[in-house]
C-alpha cells in the first residue's frame, strides 16, 4: 500500500476524533493600539489532546506566541504552557480522561506587540450521550382508571310517616328506621287523666 495512502488514512481517523470545544466567551486585553490575536481551536476526544493554533488578524501564523492553559475544576488548575512554533501551533496533552473533564478550560495567548487573547471554553462535544430512554409499551405503561365521582349526599327534610301503625322516619343522610311503634296523638295524652279523673268522681257519687 503506498505511504500516501497510510497517512491519509490516519489523518482521516485522527480527523473523526477531532472536534470543536464549545467556547463561551473570549476578551482582547491590553492597548487597543496593539494587534488582535485570531486562533483555530480543536480537541481530540480520543487522544485527549488540545490543539491551538495562533494567527494574526490576516490569518498569519504567530511563531513564539506564549500559551497557557488551565482547567478550574481540577485540584491542579493549571495544565501547563507552551509556545507555538514555526507554523503558530501548539499542543497540549490533558491529565486524564476526557469524559470526566467536564469543567471550564482557560486559554491564554501572549506576545510582544499584541493584545492578550484570552478563550473560555469546554469539551462538552466529547461528553458521551446519554442513553436512550426506551418507549415503553401501551400495555407496560402504569395508568389508573379515574374512579368514578362520589354521588353528592343531598340534604334531605327529615319526614315521618304513619302507616299502619308503623313509622317510617327518612333522616338527611338518606337513612332510615322502619318498624318503629307509632307515637300516641298528643291530645289524648291530655284526655286521658281527665276520663280518669272524672270516673273516679263518679264511683263516689
Same mark, same amino acid.
Given at each position: 500500500?503506498?505511504?500516501?495512502?497510510?497517512?491519509?488514512?490516519?489523518?482521516? $481517523?485522527?480527523?473523526?476524533?477531532?472536534?470543536? &470545544?464549545?467556547?463561551?466567551?473570549? #476578551?482582547?486585553?491590553?492597548? $487597543?493600539?496593539? *494587534?488582535? =490575536?485570531?486562533?483555530?481551536?480543536?480537541? #481530540?476526544?480520543?487522544?485527549?489532546?488540545?490543539?491551538?493554533?495562533v %494567527?494574526?488578524?490576516?490569518?498569519?501564523?504567530?511563531?513564539?506566541?506564549?500559551?497557557?492553559?488551565?482547567?478550574?475544576d481540577?485540584?491542579? &488548575? =493549571?495544565?501547563?504552557?507552551?509556545?507555538?512554533?514555526?507554523?503558530?501551533?501548539?499542543?497540549?496533552?490533558? &491529565?486524564?480522561?476526557?469524559? =470526566?473533564?467536564?469543567?471550564?478550560?482557560?486559554?491564554?495567548?501572549? %506576545?510582544?506587540?499584541?493584545r492578550?487573547k484570552?478563550?473560555? =471554553? #469546554?469539551?462538552?462535544?466529547? /461528553? @458521551?450521550?446519554?442513553?436512550?430512554?426506551?418507549?415503553?409499551?401501551?400495555?407496560?405503561?402504569?395508568?389508573?382508571?379515574?374512579?368514578?365521582? %362520589?354521588?353528592?349526599?343531598? @340534604?334531605?327534610?327529615?319526614?315521618?310517616? /304513619?302507616?299502619?301503625?308503623? *313509622?317510617?322516619?327518612?333522616? *338527611?343522610?338518606?337513612?332510615?328506621?322502619?318498624?318503629?311503634?307509632?307515637? @300516641?296523638?298528643?291530645?289524648?295524652?291530655?284526655?286521658?287523666?281527665?276520663?280518669?279523673?272524672?270516673? /273516679?268522681?263518679?264511683? %263516689?257519687?
Open positions: 500500500m503506498p505511504r500516501a495512502a497510510v497517512l491519509l488514512g490516519l489523518a482521516l $481517523i485522527s480527523l473523526a476524533h477531532a472536534i470543536n &470545544p464549545t467556547v463561551y466567551e473570549q #476578551d482582547d486585553n491590553g492597548d $487597543i493600539s496593539l *494587534q488582535q =490575536f485570531t486562533y483555530v481551536l480543536r480537541a #481530540d476526544c480520543s487522544a485527549a489532546t488540545i490543539d491551538i493554533e %494567527k494574526d488578524a490576516n490569518l498569519t501564523p504567530v511563531p513564539n506566541a506564549e500559551t497557557y492553559l488551565k482547567y478550574v481540577n485540584t491542579s &488548575p =493549571f495544565i501547563g504552557k507552551r509556545t507555538t512554533d514555526s507554523d503558530g501551533s501548539v499542543a497540549y496533552q490533558l &491529565p486524564g480522561n476526557v469524559s =470526566f473533564m467536564r469543567g471550564l478550560f482557560i486559554l491564554i495567548i501572549q %506576545k510582544d506587540g499584541y492578550d484570552e478563550v473560555h =471554553f #469546554d469539551l462538552s462535544p466529547c /461528553y @458521551p450521550a446519554p442513553p436512550a430512554q426506551k418507549k415503553p409499551r401501551q400495555n407496560e405503561t402504569n395508568t389508573t382508571a379515574p374512579l368514578p365521582p %362520589k354521588n353528592p349526599i343531598t @340534604p334531605q327534610n327529615t319526614s315521618a310517616n /304513619y302507616t299502619n301503625g308503623t *313509622q317510617n322516619a327518612t333522616g *338527611q343522610d338518606g337513612w332510615t328506621l322502619q318498624n318503629l311503634p307509632a307515637l @300516641p296523638c298528643p291530645a289524648a295524652l291530655v284526655l286521658l287523666p281527665l276520663s280518669v279523673l272524672m270516673f /273516679y268522681k263518679s264511683l %263516689k257519687l
